[in-house]
């Protein structure tokens, strides 16, 4: 029986291991692969875009030199915190980047934050930065989820729609009662049937990408492609925050962490963008 299976669309998957390359006893994972090519081509895409804008790449390197790495310790900060439970009888298991376990959001705060000083030590603008680097950022959110697919993780509630996927179940931990509530057996195989939130969360990223890419060539202000991905980002996130049964919970109480930060983000964005759309026209009048 296939490993992982697409009813619906016909897919069947029959050999997939988390394991990309195994030397000796060091084994390279699909999900740290796809996060490494991710970051290549994120900071290939902003040195392109500062080029082209006429900044000057060596800032750039510079940011990415610190923020790359603090944005992961950041992601993996997050994850542990709103896991505690998982991690609290074995310290060790923090370290265990390699199997997976970063919250994109913990990564993106981190990444304003070092935007935000990098922007006022080099004085430039912030929503500059911003413009030039979200395009890079929604890349590797797009590929970075395919890393969920592989270590077989982040999918939503059970479904029999047209995206249905089908993970062994034997194959997959930490399983939400209401998944479980709704088994598939096919020919003695136990299957789990959700919704492949990550594909979805992929998809809508590489529409937003595309549409910031087109937009970026004929802006109107400084931020508003950096206010528009806060915008995007935060409508996709809160929906697909809505069919996921492994949401990073706040404190027992029930309340999704990512839906609160997707709200937070999407309201802000919105209003940055009516702020700095009022200052670019006032900019421009007296420019005149």
């Known amino acids: ?5 697409f009813p619906n669309l016909g897919i069947k998957i029959n050999h997939l291991s988390r394991v990309f390359l195994s030397i000796g006893s060091f084994d390279l994972y699909w999900y740290g ?10 900071v290939l895409l902003v040195l392109h875009e500062a080029k082209r804008s006429g900044q000057k790449p060596e800032d750039y390197i510079d940011l990415a030199s610190f923020a790359i790495i ?14 505690w439970d998982n991690y609290k009888n074995d310290l060790l298991k923090i370290f265990a980047v390699r199997e997976g376990g970063l919250a994109i959001y913990g990564g993106v705060i981190t990444a304003i934050i070092c935007g935000i000083i990098f922007s006022k030590r080099r004085k430039i603008s912030f929503w500059l930065i911003a413009d030039t680097v979200v395009p890079s950022i929604l890349l590797g959110q797009i590929l970075g989820r395919w890393g969920n697919f592989f270590n077989r993780e982040a999918f939503g509630c059970y479904t029999n ?8 179940k034997d194959q997959v931990a ?13 020919n003695g195989t136990e299957y789990i049937q959700v919704h492949p939130t990550f594909l979805y969360e992929s998809s809508l990223n590489l529409c937003l990408f595309i549409f910031l890419l087109i937009l970026r060539r004929h802006k109107k202000f400084t931020g508003q492609i950096g206010t528009l991905y806060f915008i995007g980002y935060g409508l996709i996130r809160f929906f697909i925050e809505g069919l ?23 309201f802000c964005g919105i209003i ?17």
Not at 33 to 42: D, N
Not at 174 to 186: C, D, G, K
Request: one cysteine or more; a positive charge; glycine letters at 6%.
């Open 1 to 5: 029986m296939p490993e992982i299976w």
């Open 33 to 42: 692969l796809i996060i490494g090519v991710g970051i290549v081509l994120a």
């Open 70 to 83: 603090l944005s992961l310790i950041g992601a993996r900060v997050y994850y542990v915190i709103f896991s």
């Open 161 to 168: 729609c047209i995206f249905a996927m089908r993970y062994l």
């Open 174 to 186: 930490n399983i939400a009662p209401s998944v479980l509530e709704h088994i598939v057996t096919v």
């Open 244 to 266: 996921r049964t492994d949401q990073l919970i706040f404190m027992h109480t029930g309340v999704a962490v990512s839906q609160v930060v997707s709200a937070v983000l999407f």
């Open 272 to 288: 940055f963008y009516i702020v700095l759309k009022k200052l670019g026209k006032k900019e421009k009048v007296l420019e005149k």
